[in-house]
């Protein structure tokens, strides 16, 4: 099992930038697709952006795409959310998310089994 850990998060003003990290413990991170997804107040939990174990494939919903950024650093065993040019519409609980198994990626929500705590973000208009 995966532990994950989400710092960061915050309040942040439309049109500027914001970058998430996510510490995961537990088991061979650089084996393991990561992502993030969100949820705004009265909606559904919806993906974000996912990245491939390695790194070489990434995948964004495309209400991000272009404005959001996933990275990995396998060696710190942390995935990063580089958010940029933030809308209200942006503000949700965003939570980083493990794959299920090695070596797989995709962008399905039911693909990842297990979740950080969530991290607050909000912007303002």
């Known amino acids: 099992q995966v532990q994950l850990v989400e710092p960061g998060g915050g309040l942040v003003q439309a049109g500027g930038p914001l970058r998430l990290s996510c510490a995961a413990s537990?088991?061979?991170?650089?084996?393991?697709?990561m992502g993030w997804f969100r949820q705004a107040p009265g909606k559904e939990r919806e993906f974000v952006a996912a990245?491939?174990?390695?790194?070489?494939?990434?995948y964004y919903a495309d209400s991000v795409k272009g404005r959001f950024t996933i990275s990995r650093d396998n060696a710190k065993n942390t995935v990063y959310l580089q958010m940029n040019s933030l809308k209200p519409e942006d503000t949700a609980v965003y939570y980083c998310?493990?794959?299920?198994?090695?070596?797989?990626?995709?962008?399905?929500?039911?693909?990842?089994?297990?979740w950080g705590q969530g991290t607050q973000v909000t912007v303002s208009s």
């Open positions: 537990g088991r061979t991170f650089s084996s393991y697709a």
């Open positions: 998310a493990a794959y299920k198994v090695p070596y797989r990626s995709s962008r399905n929500e039911a693909d990842f089994g297990s």
């Open positions: 990245i491939s174990w390695g790194g070489s494939n990434t």
